[in-house]
């Protein structure tokens, strides 16, 4: 007999490392406190955004999960943007577009990858993804996604790579995955 206590603790460490990873790609290259604020004001920020961010991204999750079969790229814009408006109200943080759409995608992409949830219909981006894209959409070459906060360039970049993967027979969540895999491998 499986013990069900080590069954919830393997799913909340999956759950805890997506969530962790998420939060660190969205802020890796993609500054999030305001310049020229106190101690005092990151600290308040600090608690303020490690209380709020994780529970919207379980949020998001949850709800994408209750919609799984139907969820779309309109879906998906409506969470990433639901997201960076709720998190925008912390004093001291520039909470963009680019944080939200990085650390929900990067979280679906884990719980995906982990077999928990469906296969996204997004993708994260980063400049990675807009150097391959760029091949298609030679736009991609001018962007730096990390001044990314609005959400018809969003779009446009979505649809773009959406295509660009179509192209190759494959969903968008594949394609990137297979970008992601194959660039890390040159690094190595």
Not at 35 to 53: Q, S
Not at 82 to 88: A, I
Not at 137 to 148: H, L, R, S, V
């Amino acid at each position: 007999m499986i013990n069900t206590s080590i069954i919830d603790n393997r799913k909340l460490f999956i759950y805890e490392m997506a969530l962790r990873n998420a939060m660190a790609s969205a802020t890796r290259r993609n500054r999030l406190y305001k310049k020229g604020i106190t101690k005092e004001e990151y600290r308040k920020a600090y608690n303020e955004v490690y209380d709020l961010w994780p529970a919207l991204l379980y949020s998001s999750v949850n709800e994408y999960i209750g919609h799984e079969g139907k969820v779309n790229i309109d879906f998906m814009v409506r969470q990433v943007l639901s997201l960076k408006d709720k998190m925008s109200h912390i004093d001291n943080i520039e909470f963009k577009l680019s944080h939200a759409q990085k650390s929900l995608s990067v979280f679906l992409k884990y719980l995906w990858c982990y077999g928990v949830i469906v296969e996204p219909p997004i993708c994260p981006i980063d400049a990675m993804v807009l150097g391959k894209g760029s091949d298609v959409n030679p736009i991609f070459k001018d962007i730096i996604w990390t001044n990314i906060d609005d959400v018809i360039t969003y779009r446009r970049i979505m649809v773009s790579l959406m295509n660009l993967a179509k192209s190759k027979e494959l969903t968008l969540a594949k394609w990137e995955l297979i970008e992601f895999n194959n660039n890390n491998d040159k690094e190595l």
